[in-house]
C-alpha cells in the first residue's frame, strides 16, 4: 500500500526547501545573498546535482523496487531536496539553526516516501542526499571564484 496513491507527495516536497529560501525572501527576511546572487547559486547547484544524477542514472542502469525502469540509482528527488536543505541552510544559518532542521526534515520525509512508495532503495537515497548537498556546498565555493 502506497501513502500517496493519487498524488505523490514526494513530487512536491522535493522543492519546499528551495520554495522556502523564496518565501522567506518575500516575507523580508534577508537571506546571506541578494536575490539574484540566490537564484545564481541555485542555478549552479540544480546543474550540478542534474549532471550528476542523470550520469550516474543511466550509467548504473539499477532496476527500481518496483521494476518499472532501469534508472534508481541515485535517487533525482532526493538530492534536488537535500540540495534544497543545503541552500535554505546556507541562505539563513545566521537567523536560526532551525531553517536548518526543517529543511533537512523535509528533504529527509522526502527520501522516505521513496522508499516507502517503492520507487528507490535505500542506497539510492543516501546517494541522492550526498549528492544534493555536496552538489550546493559547491556552488558555495564556486560562486565566489567566478562572480
Known amino acids: 500500500m502506497h501513502i500517496d496513491n493519487s498524488i505523490s507527495i514526494d513530487d512536491f516536497s522535493q522543492y519546499a526547501p528551495i520554495a522556502s529560501v ?18 545564481i547559486l541555485l542555478s549552479i547547484a540544480s546543474g550540478i546535482t542534474a549532471l550528476t544524477v542523470n550520469s550516474l542514472k543511466y550509467s548504473t542502469k ?3 523496487p518496483d521494476g518499472t525502469s532501469y534508472n534508481s540509482f ?18 539563513y544559518k545566521h537567523h536560526s539553526i532551525w531553517y536548518g532542521i526543517g529543511g533537512y ?42 562572480s
Open 62 to 64: 539499477v532496476l527500481r
Open 105 to 146: 526534515s523535509v528533504a529527509s520525509a522526502t527520501g522516505l516516501f521513496r522508499i516507502y512508495n517503492d520507487r528507490h532503495w535505500f542506497g539510492d537515497v543516501i546517494a541522492g542526499a550526498g549528492i544534493g548537498m555536496l552538489s550546493a556546498k559547491f556552488a558555495y565555493w564556486l560562486y565566489p571564484q567566478i
Open 74 to 91: 541515485p535517487s533525482g528527488h532526493t538530492a534536488i531536496a537535500f540540495m534544497g536543505a543545503e541552500f535554505l541552510w546556507q541562505e
Open 22 to 39: 523564496y518565501a522567506l525572501n518575500l516575507m523580508g527576511i534577508e537571506g546571506r545573498h541578494k536575490l539574484l546572487e540566490q537564484t
